[in-house]
């Protein structure tokens, strides 16, 4: 499963209200009209962010609006999608509608779920874009990660309130990435190894964010010396569903 996850800034002269509103009603309905070959379609609007880290200083972080995550099956599916003529007639001139195409975050990722103890819905999520400051080798840097995840999930000041929690890490350079390299030499892929959501109880949703805050900045945190934390951001979202479990149809096609 290939998950594209994409984040947009508005236009100049709209809000952030005009961008959601837009993206939703409009772009989000022209792409659940014929959504192709792609499973999914989630719309994450940005509600709050910070950036840095009080050790590394506060710096001016990116100003998005949302991000999009697209499920395909595969990298077939989602070179089949964009060479669609629906996608390019459609849907991507639509896009010039409400995004400014100057600041854009892309990234291609598969996804793992990480056990919580009390799983379960919330309407808010927090997405945390998390980059590696290239110390270890990416095979040390993903266990590491994977070993935090795991600490993260379990510990006492969050566990109560953690619903779900799911890694999205970059395959950016893997051999079996299989993605369409017309596609990828227009729009590069952003540096991040990975995004790392969870979702918290709705009735303690921002106290939870603070001590999430707290805790990746704990001593005994395993990705500790590992991240360049001045090119971290943390986005508080909320979802909209554009596409649900839909059925793609076969996708092979010959990847160019």
């Known amino acids: 499963m290939l998950k594209m996850i994409i984040g947009g800034r508005r236009r100049a002269g709209m809000t952030h209200r005009d961008y ?35 050790a590394a200083g506060w710096v001016a972080g990116p100003d998005f609006d949302s991000f999009s995550e697209i499920s395909f099956p595969d990298g077939a599916a989602f070179a089949r999608s964009i060479a669609d003529p629906y996608y390019r007639e459609t849907i991507q001139p639509d896009e010039l509608n409400f995004v400014c195409h100057s600041a ?21 999520k927090l997405m945390r874009f998390i980059a590696s400051n290239n110390a270890s080798p990416p ?49 590069p892929l952003s540096p991040f190894a990975g995004v790392e959501s969870l979702w918290f109880d709705s009735d303690d949703t921002w ?6 805050r707290v805790v990746i900045e704990e001593p005994q945190s395993h990705l500790s010396g590992l991240l360049d934390r001045r090119q971290e951001a943390l986005f508080v979202v909320e979802e909209r569903t554009i596409v649900a479990d839909h059925k793609a149809p076969n996708a092979a096609v010959e990847m160019t």
Do not use: C
């Not at 854009?104 to 808010?124: H, K, M």
């Not at 395959?171 to 030499?185: R, S, T, V, Y």
């Open 139 to 187: 095979a040390a840097f993903a266990q590491a990660w994977a070993q935090e995840a795991g600490r993260i999930a379990d510990h006492p000041a969050l566990a109560p309130f953690l619903r779900r929690m799911t890694r999205s890490i970059s395959i950016a350079g893997e051999a079996d990435a299989n993605l369409p390299a017309n596609f990828i030499a227009n729009a």
């Open 20 to 54: 959601s509103r837009y993206a939703e009603q409009v772009h989000g309905a022209t792409v659940a009209h014929n959504p192709g070959y792609m499973t999914s379609y989630i719309q994450n609007h940005v509600l709050d962010a910070v950036y840095g880290t009080h």
């Open 104 to 124: 854009i975050i892309l990234l291609a990722t598969r996804t793992q779920e990480v056990g919580v103890r009390v799983p379960g819905a919330a309407p808010l």
């Open 207 to 212: 106290r939870a964010i603070d001590a999430y």
